[in-house]
């Protein structure tokens, strides 16, 4: 049995959580989460605790079990806390802004970069150059983050480009003069 299957979730106060057969629906201050449930295990609140059990020993079930754990924690944390990643734009000239509900990327291109931004995000843009991206579901937070990044990576020769904030990039040195 995983071990972190077996853990319990503690379900904070202002937290409603409905389980229906395999439907999971989390509801919090921060808005609200609904996830199925893999068949091979089972979910039951029991006491203010959310517990995952599998329903049968095969590898399957043995595999889903502290994932689907974990899923339903980040459910949890994701309703009470939130969830954000950082991104931040590097280059001369490069910005971006929100326009209604696109973001628009000012990134080395010719033209403009318009990405449509999903239900259940918020963008915030402190800077022009900084976006964070807010949400409770960890998953559609981190997709929408690694999409934008993968429109400009940063190149390894002078760094510009859409990095997360405290990413450590492996610079490479310019071609040498003449030898």
Known sequence: MSRIGRAPIAVPAGVQV??????????????????TVHPTVSV??????????PRSEDR???AMHGTSRQLLSNMVRGVTQ???KTLDIVGVGYNAKVQGKKLVLQIGFCHPVD???PDGLILELPTNVRIHVNGVDKQLVGQFAANIRRIRPPEPYKGKGI?????????????AAGA
């Open 163 to 175: 990095r997360y904030e405290g990413e450590q990039l492996r610079r490479k040195a310019a071609k």
């Open 44 to 53: 039951a609140v029991e006491g203010g605790k959310l517990r995952v059990e």
């Open 60 to 62: 399957l079930a043995k």
């Open 115 to 117: 990405v449509q931004i």
């Open 82 to 84: 939130g969830f954000r």
């Open 18 to 35: 409905d389980v229906d057969e395999r439907e999971v629906r989390v509801k919090g201050p921060k808005g609200q989460i609904s996830w």
